[in-house]
Every structure is written in structure tokens, then in C-alpha cells.
């Protein structure tokens, strides 16, 4: 598939990006962080307000990516970025209608889940970043917290702790996501990027296992 814009206009959109919203890269990691902790705080105390208060907080993250990252820089190179951020800003609603419906009962992950979930978020704010140094990429050419495909990765973490207790229509976008940007990772060899599909499978594959051995246990019970 040929690209309608080139690997210079690709990172050169990071570029200014980043240079424009600094430090606002520093707040969407906070609130990432938050998100996490409230996410790992819900499972380990089965509240639905912590959950909430973690889908909340992702929510805006989808809102900030959809609006400020494709709308307002990514659609300067190809009219693709508004219809990207229109289907980022409707994961941001998709969230939000999860958050309110979640609960009265949250159904605890189990240790597998919280692993896999663990290494994902790790992976989306510490290794992500490190990968694209060692390949070679510089700030601020390079995509931080808040680009698309970080943000998706993370979004794949927060999701494997609530395994049983979020809509599978959530994840459709971020699974959108990989497919679409598989192109550019390849293309423009953005190597972190490919921890995209590997956190996909895992979130997709921990959700299916835990909503079985829920299953299993109401039905035994």
C-alpha cells in the first residue's frame, strides 16, 4: 500500500507537534499513570468508582489524540487524519458510555491478566519511548505520550484488568488502530510500533480467557 505522504512529512508532523503542545506530554503521562493506578486499584478492591474513574481518565486521553494530535497536526499532510480523529473522538465517547455502564459487581482479573496488563502499560510509557531512541529516532521528531500508537497500547493494557467488565465494542477501535498503522511502522520503520499487534493479541487473548473462566465459575456455582 503506497503512502500519501512521505517518512520526512510522517516525523516532521511529530516535530511539531511536540514542540508546540510541550509540556503538555509531561501532564498526558500523569494522567496515564493515574488512569493505570486507579485501573489497579479498582481490581484489587473491586470498586466500580475506581474503574470508572480509570475509563474516565482514558477516555480523555482518546479525546486529546483524536482532536489535538490528528485534527489539528496529522490532517495538515493527508485528509486521513480527520477521519482518524473522528474515529479516536468515538472511542473517547465508546469509553464513557463503558464507564457509565460498568459495575454494581466488578469482577476481579486474575493474576495472568494483571502480568499481562502490567507489562503492556510498562511497555506503552517506559519501553515504548527507549525503543524509538535505540532505533535511531530524536526528539522531537518522534512520537511521545499522546501520539496514536502509544496511547493505543496502553489502552490494550487498561482494558486486560477489566476483562469481563468492559464492552468488546471498546477495543474495536485500538484493534482498527493496528491494522492501520501497521503501514507506517513497517513503511517508516517505526520499530516500537510493533509492540502494537503483540499487546493487541495478548489484551484480546487474556479478555477472551478470563470471560471463559468467569463463565465457568458462575455456571459452577
Not at 10 to 18: A, G, L, P, T
Not at 62 to 78: E, N, P, Q, S
Not at 150 to 168: D, E, K, Q, Y
Not at 202 to 208: K, Y
Request: aromatic letters at 14%.
Amino acid at each position: 500500500m503506497h503512502l500519501p505522504f512521505t517518512a520526512d512529512q510522517f516525523f516532521d508532523v511529530f516535530r511539531r507537534y511536540n514542540e508546540t503542545v510541550w509540556p503538555a506530554q509531561i501532564a498526558l503521562n500523569v494522567v496515564a499513570l493515574i488512569a493505570a493506578g486507579a485501573a489497579y486499584r479498582a481490581s484489587a478492591r473491586r470498586s466500580v468508582t475506581w474503574a470508572r474513574s480509570a475509563i474516565v481518565l482514558l477516555s480523555a486521553l482518546w479525546l486529546w489524540t483524536g482532536i489535538v494530535y490528528f485534527k489539528l497536526f496529522f490532517a495538515t499532510i493527508t485528509p486521513a487524519g480527520q477521519v482518524f480523529g473522528s474515529f479516536f473522538i468515538a472511542e473517547a465517547v465508546v469509553l464513557l458510555l463503558c464507564a457509565w455502564e460498568m459495575g454494581p459487581q466488578l469482577e476481579p482479573p486474575s493474576r495472568a491478566s494483571c502480568a499481562v496488563s502490567a507489562f503492556i502499560l510498562v511497555y506503552a510509557l517506559l519501553l515504548y519511548p527507549i525503543a524509538g531512541i535505540a532505533a535511531g529516532q530524536h526528539y522531537p521528531a518522534l512520537p511521545t505520550f499522546g501520539a496514536p500508537c502509544p496511547l493505543t497500547i496502553f489502552t490494550f493494557g487498561v482494558l486486560a484488568i477489566f476483562p469481563s467488565s468492559i464492552s468488546r465494542v471498546a477495543i474495536a477501535v485500538p484493534v482498527l488502530w493496528v491494522l492501520i498503522s501497521s503501514y507506517a511502522a513497517f513503511g517508516f520503520s517505526v520499530y516500537e510500533d510493533f509492540g502494537l499487534l503483540a499487546a493487541a493479541i495478548a489484551a484480546i487473548v487474556v479478555m477472551h480467557q478470563e470471560t471463559h473462566r468467569l463463565r465457568v465459575a458462575h455456571v459452577a456455582a
